[in-house]
């Protein structure tokens, strides 16, 4: 590349093909630097010598801007835009107001633009200490008192510390430094590091930054109400938390034996020392997600966000907040490129490093406050007087074995894909203006037929038309998948995916090795792939945006899982290359399994594959083929020669916490590492045979054999509602986007619909309920 003549510390090599995002990033607080987001969900920091060469690099690079995931055009001059522009253009904190993402998303969106980034220690996500209570053997979510005060600093919530820091402020004297509150920001790579110095690779620049070895005992992060307490307490010791804490259970583990040392007290450092209130470091990330999640964090956060990156973080506001850093830690405060002193330069860069850096100013007016729930959600305390929402039959009486519900408002036609098991498709219309009538019918034999009785009468969904009315003996030819499938297989859920847009559909099953995709407007196979050596048994596509592309996993009688690359542009299972006309290519092909492939799921967020056998193995490789562990459910394992039942289901939440079904009776929970939470395996009353999980992650919509839907509590495993018994067996589920509706597609033919509102699960509300 002619704008650069050598490159250092060169370590890997990327197509630009991968290349999803692209971010203008600071570097010792100046904009020298280019963040690249992939599509396997990594990313990688570039520093170069000044800006021109920056301006010059992203004119190479494809114009992938900075893209809609973040709610931000995509187009080469986004990809330089700082960080105000970005929030300014951005709609996500429209989103939180709305309640539309979570307050973790929200603060990673935040620390995105802001740049703050895995890839420097310095310049590290920074997340909010939420509690106040690390010490009490129960926790209350309810109480107010148990929350820290987001409308402060870290650094002010104790009126003693507070002072300490405004008489600082007050009597400095030194000319040529300006006058600060705290001498270190809360993200270095010191607080950085401890935080996470017992997982690699934090282990071994933990020890680089210690010269080798740990730090003294009594330093070492050992207790989480220690750490609060030396918050609350020590003027050297000001700083919040990372992300970590609220979704790694690893980091409070010792897993790698270090010899950590004693403390002056006796006390061997190991594993973190948890609060009385969490029983496993598993329950704390949930208790403290949950805390984070709170209605009491949710109408303050706007307040510690305005500290953090907004109008209190400079200037007038930032002194009568107490706020007032280090100089060193501001961009614009220092021209590094101005200093010709050599040493003068190295000095004030090993400040920089060391004192921290303060995240990007985001905005300069008080960000607007989120929402009440309340607002969002008024119905939550009333009791719903009928679940049911409607029931729609199809003509043909053949079971619903797949439900793809596509019901984004952002589509100009949403829709709810339904395949039955004689291969016939419906795109039935969703309507997103469907309102909750106060009072409907009670009885689930009630038809859709039945109801448009009533004038005026709208329903979420409307049948596809060429679906309503016909010979069901011969299907209509526009709504059929084509040949037959495989005679050894059941035909599940699991034999189809469908893009978002519902513009394809990709079917596996068929005799001759092949899974195909099929234009959805015409039924007409648009292109078949052969990637295996037997018949296409199930298929999975990983979490995409309204455009963009995605993985597409499929597994096979042979033992194995090959990855694909789904062009959404050109609706096709991409090449090499992702270039219209190449021929489809696996991106990886994924061995280890013993036994046919029963299940999958993959995460282009989180670079993993985890697949699932007939004989209950189930693996976990990397996007790029790398087999990363075993999962194994010990208990449902007997003995060498006595294998766990099959895997039929695997889901994962955004937080890495995975589901897996074996046969029809049991479901297990893991961490991302394979750690078993739910021990021993939860056994069900009735027969699962398909499952979904919220966006959230917290909850899971089981539909049975015996025609029930439930919905579990993913930790623990706690059935919290059974909706009303159907006619016949649950063949697949779906949740609607608004995550509003659950959508079950019946043996007899019909899809079912419920209204759910999860809200009403929150722990903050629970004890609402018990009493109503």
Not at 108 to 129: E, H, K, S, V
Not at 228 to 253: A, G
Request: proline letters at 5%.
């Amino acid at each position: 590349m002619a704008s650069l003549l050598y490159c250092d510390n060169l370590h890997g090599r990327w197509h630009f093909q991968e290349i999803r995002a692209i971010f203008l990033r600071r570097y010792m607080l100046q904009y020298t630097a280019l963040e690249l987001f992939l599509a396997g969900r990594s990313a990688i920091m570039f520093a170069f010598a000044d800006t021109d060469t920056v301006v010059k690099v992203v004119d190479h690079l494809p114009r992938v801007g900075v893209g809609v995931k973040y709610g931000l055009p995509q187009s080469r001059k986004a990809s330089l835009m700082l960080p105000r522009q970005l929030f300014k253009h951005s709609d996500m904190p429209q989103k939180w107001q709305r309640r539309e993402i979570s307050n973790f998303d929200y603060l990673m969106f935040l620390n995105t633009i802001a740049g703050r980034t895995y890839n420097d220690l310095n310049q590290y996500p920074i997340f909010p200490w939420v509690l106040a209570n690390y010490t009490s053997e129960k926790l209350d979510l309810s109480e107010a008192s148990n929350f820290r005060d987001l409308s402060k600093p870290v650094g002010a919530l104790s009126e003693t510390r507070r002072k300490h820091f405004q008489e600082r402020f007050s009597n400095w004297e030194d000319e040529s430094i300006p006058p600060f509150h705290y001498g270190t920001h809360y993200s270095t790579q010191a607080f950085t590091l401890n935080w996470l110095f017992r997982m690699e690779p934090f282990t071994t620049f933990f020890l680089n930054l210690q010269s080798g070895k740990f730090d003294h005992s009594d330093r070492l992060f050992h207790s989480m109400a220690e750490a609060w307490e030396h918050c609350q307490r020590d003027t050297y010791d000001v700083k919040e938390l990372i992300p970590e804490l609220f979704y790694l259970s690893e980091m409070f583990y010792n897993n790698n034996n270090y010899h950590l040392g004693k403390r002056d007290d006796g006390a061997v450092v190991g594993d973190v020392v948890l609060p009385p209130w969490a029983s496993s470091p598993e329950e704390f990330v949930v208790m403290h997600r949950q805390a984070l999640e709170s209605d009491l964090v949710s109408c303050q956060l706007n307040q510690w966000i305005d500290l953090i990156f907004g109008y209190k973080q400079r200037g007038p506001e930032a002194v009568r907040a107490t706020n007032v850093f280090y100089y060193l830690t501001y961009e614009g405060t220092l021209n590094l490129n101005a200093i010709d002193n050599p040493q003068i330069r190295e000095s004030l860069e090993q400040q920089i490093l060391n004192f921290g850096q303060t995240p990007v100013q985001l905005m300069t007016d008080p960000h607007p406050p989120r929402h009440s729930i309340m607002t969002m959600s008024p119905l939550i305390f009333q009791p719903c007087q009928d679940d049911l929402c409607m029931l729609m039959k199809f003509i043909s009486n053949s079971a619903i074995v797949h439900i793809s519900a596509n019901t984004f408002p952002q589509l100009q036609q949403p829709l709810v894909l339904s395949i039955s098991q004689n291969l016939v498709f419906g795109l039935n219309r969703w309507n997103n203006n469907y309102i909750q009538p106060s009072a409907q019918p009670s009885s689930l034999n009630a038809s859709i037929n039945d109801r448009t009785a009533t004038p005026n009468a709208e329903y979420p969904v409307t049948v596809d038309p060429l679906l309503a009315f016909g010979n069901p003996s011969q299907p209509v030819p526009k709504r059929h998948l084509g040949d037959a499938f495989d005679q050894r297989l059941q035909i599940t859920s699991k034999n189809f995916v469908a893009t978002v847009d519902c513009r394809s559909i990709i079917a596996c099953g068929y005799p001759d090795y092949s899974f195909r995709v099929i234009d959805t407007e015409t039924a007409t196979v648009r292109q078949v792939i052969y990637g295996h050596g037997d018949v296409v048994t199930c298929l999975a596509r990983s979490e995409t945006g309204l455009f963009s592309d995605c993985y597409i996993a499929s597994g096979s009688l042979d033992c194995t899982v090959v990855l694909w690359h789904f062009s959404q542009v050109h609706q096709a299972i991409a090449g090499e290359y992702n270039v219209a006309g190449e021929p489809p290519a696996p991106r990886a092909i994924l061995t280890g399994h013993d036994a046919e492939i029963t299940a999958i799921y993959v995460s282009a967020e989180h670079g993993n594959v985890i697949s699932g056998s007939k004989d209950g193995t189930v693996l976990m490789h990397t996007t790029q083929g790398d087999l990363l562990r075993r999962i194994v459910c010990n208990d449902l394992t007997l003995n060498a020669t006595v294998r766990a039942p099959p895997v039929s289901n695997i889901l994962m939440s955004r937080d890495c916490n995975i589901v897996i079904f074996y046969g029809t009776e049991y479901i297990a929970t893991f961490t991302g590492t394979g750690r078993q939470l739910n021990k021993p395996a939860h056994k069900s009353a009735e027969k699962i045979l398909c499952a979904t999980l919220s966006r959230d992650g917290e909850y899971i919509v089981l539909g049975t054999e015996n025609g029930r839907i439930s919905i579990v509590r993913l930790f623990p495993l706690q059935v919290l509602q059974t909706f009303p018994q159907t006619d016949s067996a649950t063949r697949s589920i779906a949740l609607s986007s608004n995550q509003r509706f659950i959508l079950g597609g019946l043996e007899s033919g019909a899809i079912v619909i419920f209204n759910v509102d999860f809200n009403k699960w929150h722990f903050e509300y629970k004890q609402r309920y018990i009493h109503r």
